[in-house]
């Protein structure tokens, strides 16, 4: 069974700073990507950034990049100069790719909060 | 190019009356999956349909819930005799193709609340 861990559920960090969310995974297969995404408050789930499993290197989307570690299983999402508009809720999501079907399976979420 | 939509946006029921919810993929997307996110809880995959068929139904409750994407027309996902704890936010998301090749990301609509009073 393939499963997806957010191991706090709630973190804080000053604007500007550096904030880290983690999330570890499990699955069997060789061949899966991983997200993240944000939920603001409207609930839009918005694709922030993703990873294939088969890259070796780290994906970066503007502020936001990843430390993925795929012997650990784990799959952080960085945060630079944090922004009052990252607060938001957000999932770590792992998809599979050999079993027949591309379901998502989400994390229980980190809850950022963005301090001015 | 419209994203994904889903109406109604909000819903409410009365215990035991049936909900309707309605997908509408992306322009030239034919496979559609919908999640269910119960309160300050992550979403949970429940059903993946291609055009007309079912392909994994894993994560349905065996009762009351069914869904469909015809030929023609929007993904349905059907509630029947709601109960409170049906109460939740149900999202659907649309790919073009299967598989995990890049441009294969599944593309998610605004959700669908639904309220059982």
């Known amino acids: 069974a393939q499963t997806v861990t957010q191991s706090q559920p709630e973190m804080s960090v000053q604007e500007a700073e550096t904030v880290t969310l983690s999330c570890t995974y499990d699955?069997?297969?060789?061949?899966?990507?991983l997200f993240w995404y944000k939920q603001p408050p409207s609930r839009q789930m918005i694709l922030v950034i993703r990873?294939?499993?088969?890259?070796?290197q780290n994906a970066t989307e503007n502020r936001f990049s990843v430390n993925f570690q795929k012997a650990a299983k784990s799959f952080s999402l960085k945060i630079s100069d944090s922004q009052l508009g990252d607060a938001a809720m957000y999932f770590c999501a792992l998809r599979g790719g050999t079993s027949g079907t591309y379901k998502y399976i989400f994390g229980t979420g980190t809850r950022l909060k963005v301090l001015a | 190019n419209a994203g994904v939509m889903q109406n109604p946006r909000h819903l409410v029921r009365r215990r035991g009356q049936e909900a309707r919810l309605r997908c509408s993929p992306m322009k030239g997307h034919s496979h559609v999956y919908w999640y269910r996110q119960l309160p300050e809880e992550g979403l949970k995959f429940m059903v993946y349909?291609?055009?007309?068929?079912?392909?994994?139904e894993s994560g349905m409750p065996k009762e009351r819930f069914s869904a469909e994407f015809p030929k023609e027309g929007p993904s349905i996902l059907r509630i029947q005799q709601v109960v409170r704890g049906d109460s939740a936010a149900y999202f659907c998301?649309?790919?073009?193709?299967?598989?995990?090749?890049?441009?294969?990301?599944?593309?998610f609509g605004p959700g669908t609340r639904l309220t059982v009073l």
């Open positions: 990873q294939e499993a088969y890259k070796q």
């Open positions: 998301a649309s790919s073009p193709n299967a598989g995990t090749g890049e441009g294969n990301e599944q593309f």
């Open positions: 349909l291609q055009k007309e068929n079912i392909i994994d």
């Open positions: 699955t069997s297969e060789s061949d899966y990507y």
